[in-house]
């Protein structure tokens, strides 16, 4: 495999070598210090963000080499130049792409055209960083995951979908409770029911979030708008989802060891409660410090096979 695109392009050792290379990079961040020397990494992200980008970018300089975050203006892209020679000419320079961007398809065709890898920092339909990180958290706090089940609880998004994949690879149990009017993309989620076939795992889609949150291990919540969704809407948005707000009362119906977990940025006091956010069962900002060992378990597995001539990259 060259690239990360989507979560669901993973399979189960894949995640299985990925959250043990994650595992040893939070122990000890510099566990390959050289492993990118004298290396660049493009990080091209055309939205915003804190936790990707940075994670990524400290990821690259402990392993060595040297992030080069490039903004969409700096580019001839903004000039007309297509995505294709962009990823061609880039690829000439640096040892692999990061990039945040709307379109899936567009990132698709980025990564056909670029000769190396290239990973998904944020799309519209998918976070496959983000998804590594859940259950690279989700496995810290449980060890073993049998038995386990996730609650998804809010709006139906790129977050929601990469959760499920990455959940059903992991043979993870997962509920998402989503408004009849804000579902998650119905492909992918059947991406995701198609791997929980394999590993004998369940995906589930509801529309009560107490239904998903009564019995769960982890409860999991995300913005009700999201950075690809029409800012028209956040009114229609914190309507239908008012219902999904994730509060003491939810969480109550969860295991009492069950802990909660949000990819950040959060809304406090709409998506969720301060009380939830701050609570003893809030493993956010463990979540969000995971970033960057999986970012540098993603760069490696990635990028053995051009650097060390691994027998098994991907
Ligand atoms: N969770 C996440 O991807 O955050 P950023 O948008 O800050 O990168
Ligand atoms: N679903 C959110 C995630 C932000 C990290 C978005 O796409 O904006």
């Known amino acids: 495999m060259k690239d990360l695109l989507t979560t669901a392009d993973l399979t189960p050792d894949d995640v299985r070598e990925l959250m043990r290379l994650a595992a040893l990079f939070a122990e000890d961040p510099d ?12 990080l091209y992200f055309t939205r915003p963000s804190t936790r990707t980008r940075v ?13 080069l975050t490039i903004s969409p ?62 259950l690279f958290t989700l496995h810290q706090v449980f060890s073993d995951l049998r038995g386990r089940r996730v609650a998804y609880v809010g709006a139906g998004n790129n977050v929601a979908v990469s959760l499920a994949q990455a959940a059903a690879l992991s043979g993870v149990d997962i509920t998402l409770a989503t408004p009849e009017n804000y579902p998650p993309d119905p492909l992918e989620l059947m991406a995701a029911e198609k791997i929980a076939a394999m590993t004998g795992s369940a995906v589930e889609l509801v529309n009560d979030p107490r239904a998903a949150a009564r019995g769960a291990s982890a409860v999991y919540t995300d913005v009700w708008l999201s950075m690809g ?6 009114g229609a948005r ?43 069962n809030s493993v956010v900002f463990r979540q969000a410090a995971n970033r960057r060992p999986v970012a540098q378990a993603v760069l490696y597995a990635l990028l053995c096979r051009t650097l060390r001539g691994a027998e098994r990259g991907w």
């Open 73 to 134: 203006g700096e580019l001839q892209l903004s000039r007309g130049e297509s995505l294709e020679d962009t990823a061609r000419v880039l690829s000439g320079y640096v040892a692999a792409i990061v990039v945040r961007g709307s379109s899936d398809e567009q990132l698709a065709q980025f990564a056909d055209a670029a000769t190396v890898p290239v990973v998904n920092a944020l799309t519209n339909g998918q976070h496959p960083l983000q998804s590594l990180t859940d």
């Open 229 to 234: 969704d029409a800012p028209e809407e956040a």
């Open 55 to 67: 994670s990524t970018e400290a990821a690259v300089a402990r392993l060595g080499g040297t992030p």
């Open 238 to 280: 914190r309507a239908a989802l008012s219902a999904f707000r994730v509060d003491a009362d939810l969480m109550a119906l969860a295991r009492p060891e069950a802990v909660f977990l949000h990819c950040l940025p959060a809304h406090r006091g709409i998506e969720v409660t301060d009380e939830v956010m701050d609570g003893p």
């Open 31 to 42: 566990h390959h210090p050289a492993f990118l020397h004298n290396q660049v990494v493009a």
